[in-house]
């Protein structure tokens, strides 16, 4: 249990079970339980004796049945109404700590030797028993802070959004279910793990309100603060995963390939509430260009923080100044960025690559249906892409694994397309594709293929499509072709 000692009066829940705590008196310091109040209330409930408990079985007593037996299988521990207690077997906890209700609570077993033992060991154990307890002391907030740092590195289970909601508290708002809330509507957008956890949400918060995207930055906001500017945070983040997923394609934060870089967009967006976040067409291809350059940069891999602030600055001055130009940051794209990475799930490198083809809305190869994006992005498994050149069909041909998995060979397929292709070569599915020009040309150029590739070698293939992808991906970050050797 975590209990913080100060001269801070901070909203707090002034209840403890059914009983209201007395307000602070004058000057004196307050502790406050940062976490661990649900098994304070279980132990006040449990072993208080000088508060008259309100009627009604809302929170029974809680006994040691002198008839279970002592296995891991059963509890000798029972919650029970006063109807349901036999004196014979049932002895109340809350009598282990009261010298005269112990005396008075053993009588009926005075008789028997064997339960009066078991009893007496039962005392013996909770009186020795020990609570851990962190105490702080302090008046600043950074150094509880560190606190639970330090805690959660020994393992314990607390988080900054524990001590944020402690201080943020009041009837009306309670920080952690605003989050299972903003949880609840981002699921619609199937981001909702974005929320999980609360990092993200509070990065998002201190970058609104500070300009900082560390959750230390709000460890010196105030609670009205934080509270007042909640409803802006969230249409940030709303705006920002709408923007994503409309603007995009990226329609989970799976696909994302770094997801610090919802904080910077959530800044952009962040409006007060009533407000609906606007931006207009050059602002938006601002954004979609600091996205394109953010990924191929691999630019929230290294030193993400100092990414994120100055990502924050640029993002608050392209809202206030839709001229503002907030990807000057350098990148660049060649051939070998598809023909060196391998296609790996969870890799932020592949999640890059797939949100590329999902920008050109790609067909099905056989069925030349549009792929459902939504639903394969949301799921994100690896049987919605497929190896253009089968793996099998170049096993055969003892094509070593590192090529065969490179990027320049995946594409969106579907698993009823893949499972009629197979291991047939190239050439031999391209007669299953359709014969309507325009249908297969669309599928053709949204997969980054020429009708030449199903009759060439995979090496010429594998560098011809790496060329493709490269060109697209330099006009997503909206950088000049390379100039050609004379």
Known sequence: MLFWTTQQQLDADRQIGPYALPEPEGTNPVTYVLDGQ?????????????????????????????????????????????????????????????????????????????????????????????????????????????????????????????????????????????????????????????????????????????????????????????????????????????????????????????PLMLVPLAVFFAVDSGQLPRHTSAQTAQLKKWFWRACFSERYSGQTIRAAKADIIEMAALRDDGSADIAKFSVSVSDDFFLTSNFRMNSARTATFVNMLASQNPRSFLSGNKVDLKAVLQAYNKSEFHHIFPKAHLEDLDVSAYEINSFANFCFLSRDDNNKIRRKAPDVYRQLMPDDEEILGEILTSAFLEDEDFASDFDTFRKARASRLATYARSLCGLPEPKQDS
């Open 38 to 258: 649900q098994r304070v209330t279980s132990l006040f409930m449990t072993f208080q004796t000088e508060l008259t408990r309100p009627a009604g079985d809302e929170y029974p007593d809680v006994y040691f049945d002198l008839t279970a037996e002592a296995s891991a299988q059963q509890s000798q521990f029972l919650a029970l109404a006063e109807s349901e207690v036999d004196p014979q077997a049932h002895f109340p906890l809350k009598a282990l700590f009261d010298s005269a209700a112990y005396r008075r609570a053993t009588d009926p077993f005075s008789s028997d030797e064997d339960k009066l033992n078991l009893l007496d060991d039962l005392h013996s154990r909770f009186k020795e028993a020990m609570i851990p307890v962190q105490a702080i002391e302090t008046e600043d907030r950074a150094t509880v802070a560190i606190v639970f740092e330090r805690i959660n590195r020994l393992g314990v289970e607390l988080s900054p959004l524990e001590l944020l909601s402690a201080w943020t508290w009041s009837e009306d708002f309670d920080l952690r279910q605003k989050f299972l809330d903003l949880e609840d509507e981002l699921e619609l957008f199937a981001f909702g793990d974005a929320v999980t956890g609360g990092d993200l949400v509070l990065r998002a918060c201190a970058a609104v309100l500070k300009g900082d995207p560390t959750v230390e930055a709000l460890m010196s906001a105030d609670g009205d603060e934080i509270r007042a500017a909640y409803d802006r945070v969230v249409n940030g983040i709303k705006g920002a995963v709408e923007f994503l997923s409309k603007q995009l394609n990226v329609e989970t934060v799976k696909t994302l390939p770094y």
